[in-house]
């Protein structure tokens, strides 16, 4: 069993950025990939960035890239996700995600989420 606890969310204006922080616990000797997703009221839980063990490789849903930025220090066994320009329809519940696998695959553990709210 892997643990995450996320950290970092709030309430941030248009334009600006936050930085979203997954720690995980337990489990943490196996490898494992790590991924963001987001749940806006009212619409699914969407795909949002992932990241491999290694940290070599990462994935973007398109309309996020080059706004979004995943990372991960396994030295403290962290995820990060780093939002910039920030827009309104940013807004929702983020959850760190993993999947026991050096590469990004299915997501097998949750955190509990953390709000991210962009005022306009």
């Known amino acids: 069993q892997v643990q995450l606890v996320e950290s970092g969310g709030g309430l941030v204006q248009a334009g600006g950025s936050l930085r979203l922080s997954c720690a995980a616990s337990?489990?943490?000797?196996?490898?494992?990939?790590m991924g963001w997703f987001r749940q806006a009221p009212g619409k699914n839980r969407e795909f949002v960035a992932a990241i491999s063990w290694s940290g070599r490789t990462t994935y973007y849903t398109d309309s996020l890239k080059g706004r979004f930025i995943i990372s991960r220090d396994n030295a403290k066994n962290t995820g990060y996700l780093q939002m910039n320009s920030l827009k309104p329809e940013d807004t929702a519940v983020y959850y760190c995600?993993?999947?026991?696998?050096?590469?990004?695959?299915?997501?097998?553990?949750w955190g509990q989420g953390t709000q991210v709210t962009v005022s306009s």
């Open positions: 995600a993993a999947c026991p696998s050096s590469r990004w695959t299915a997501p097998e553990y």
């Open positions: 337990g489990r943490t000797d196996i490898n494992f990939a």
